[in-house]
């Protein structure tokens, strides 16, 4: 699961979440590796000639755009949210590369999940209401994440509010 709870305190607990990445960074230089030595099979039957260098740079242009589009994704996927829940206080922070920090805060006893299964960006899509407010919370994360991160902060929320 690409979110772990974690207990800072006897009174608080951290709910960190992070986008699922499929591709680590070492295997990511072994596809674009991968590609380049590919590539230069088929210049292998135009060696010495001039038509090698007609040829040399598309594969360049390709070797390069991928691993810039691959850049672009680990870029894209820097993003996290941290859920801190205390006695009191409910407080959402959600760190994304393109829009900053983007904070959400309400009083623990009104903050209450809900799992809206049709009409979100997404299916069973979560969000977090509480003082007048509602944001999202692991957009990113799968269809099956989100219905047990549902689960767990309903569980969790109410188990708070109990004692």
Known sequence: MPYKWTQTSESEQELRLWPHNSL??????????SVFLFGLIPLM????SALLWGLLPFL??????????????????????????????????????????????????WARPEMHKHGGPVPNYVTLTGDGREVEIGAFLSEDERIALYDDL?????ERVAQ
């Open 24 to 33: 680590p960074p070492r295997w990511a230089m072994c596809v674009v590796f």
């Open 45 to 48: 039957a135009v060696l010495g």
């Open 60 to 109: 360049l242009i390709t070797v390069v755009g991928l691993w810039l589009a691959i850049q672009a994704n680990y870029r894209a996927r820097s993003m996290f949210e941290v859920l801190t829940l205390n006695a009191t206080q409910a407080t959402l922070v959600h760190h994304d590369p393109r829009k900053g920090r983007q904070e959400w805060a309400c009083n623990r006893y």
């Open 154 to 158: 309903k569980q969790i929320l109410r």
